[in-house]
């Protein structure tokens, strides 16, 4: 099946610090979402981007689908902002297939 | 975005017992919906997909005996953790609609 890799797998932040998010993946994919697991467990959903750039506040996420890779940006981050942050891809079946994750830590 | 809602969201049972976790979606009908493992500190693993109307089709490795699957509605599925033991504990957690959006889980601890 297609693997999904994500970078760095853990991240440190001072508050108002900017950062980017790797996900790599293995094969062509019909989706790709980004999530924000908060503290409770719920998955927030950050981004639809299967192909492109989009931006939403603070937030920005872009997928070279072609190169099989998303980035998704953070800037000027905020306590909040702590969580997991996961991709998840989608190859056809509409079920997803998840990344490690990246444990986001920001500090005050 | 579509709502998909998950009850309950922190269940404690014995240890043989069975426990009934209730997705739904409220604002759209569902003919599929997803249901995903996360055990602390892991990333989430598709545990089966559930058909509306039809036998839930399961991941390799996952005991369709043991996590029974029920999608009698196009609004509601329903995932059985029969005779549950200290290791079924984990985050239980659904999903529907695409592209996905997800209940907010089931904290599953069997004692």
């Known amino acids: 099946g297609i693997q999904v890799e994500q970078s760095p797998p853990d991240l440190i932040l001072q508050e108002g610090a900017n950062s980017t998010l790797r996900c790599n993946f293995s094969?062509?994919?019909?989706?790709l979402q980004w999530f924000h697991q908060n503290p409770w467990g719920q998955l927030i959903n950050l981004f639809y981007?299967?192909?492109g750039t989009k931006q939403n506040g603070r937030l920005s996420a872009t997928t070279v689908a072609t190169e099989r890779y998303s980035l998704l940006y953070i800037s000027s981050s905020q306590t909040t902002d702590s969580g997991v942050y996961f991709c998840?891809?989608?190859?056809?079946?509409?079920?997803?297939?998840f990344g490690s994750g990246t444990r986001l830590q920001v500090q005050p | 975005g579509a709502v998909v809602s998950q009850h309950p969201s922190r269940v404690i049972c014995k240890s043989g017992t069975s426990v009934k976790i209730e997705c739904r979606s409220l604002?759209?009908?569902?003919?599929?919906m997803f249901w995903y493992r996360q055990f602390p500190k892991q990333s989430l693993m598709l545990m089966a997909t559930?058909?509306?109307?039809?036998?839930?089709?399961?991941e390799q490795g996952v005991e369709k005996d043991k996590f029974l699957i029920n999608h009698a509605s196009l609004t509601l599925s329903t995932l059985t953790v029969t005779s549950a033991h200290p290791e079924d504990s984990s985050f239980y957690i659904c999903?529907?609609?695409?592209?996905?959006?997800f209940g907010q889980g089931t904290r599953l601890t069997v004692v």
């Open positions: 999903s529907a609609a695409f592209p996905a959006f």
């Open positions: 094969d062509s994919v019909n989706n």
């Open positions: 981007i299967p192909s």
């Open positions: 998840a891809v989608d190859t056809g079946r509409r079920a997803l297939t």
């Open positions: 604002d759209f009908q569902a003919t599929t």
């Open positions: 559930s058909n509306e109307g039809s036998k839930a089709t399961y």
